[in-house]
């Protein structure tokens, strides 16, 4: 079965920071664009960042200059290290393989003031 399992989320102060990793398991994304995605209580899943084939990003203006997308291809793997964490970060972190419209299950980052 292919998967996409995200890690790394947990509760951390304003300020402070996180990495999150999203592993693929019986798959092979080295060609596919990644994306990382984020949905508060009560508000829409929206894009945070993605990243292409070739490692161009592209991040959301909420984000931009705190947060930090890659991709390690031989490990299969995608992570988002997020620096200068605001309370407003707080929210479920989603992992979309976008070519392949795979969905991970998500991991909580709570972010206290």
């Known amino acids: 079965q292919v998967q996409l399992v995200e890690s790394g989320g947990g509760l951390v102060q304003a300020g402070g920071s996180l990495r999150l990793s999203c592993a693929a398991s019986r798959i092979i994304f080295s060609s596919d664009v990644m994306g990382w995605y984020r949905q508060a209580p009560g508000k829409q899943r929206e894009l945070v960042a993605f990243?292409?084939?070739?490692?161009?990003?592209n991040y959301a203006d909420s984000v931009k200059d705190r947060f930090t997308i890659s991709r390690d291809n031989a490990k299969n793997t995608v992570y988002l290290q997020m620096n200068s964490l605001k309370p407003e970060d707080t929210a479920v972190y989603y992992c979309?393989?976008?070519?392949?419209?795979?969905w991970g299950q998500g991991t909580q980052v709570t972010v206290s003031s």
């Open positions: 990243i292409t084939s070739g490692d161009r990003t």
């Open positions: 979309h393989d976008l070519q392949r419209a795979l």
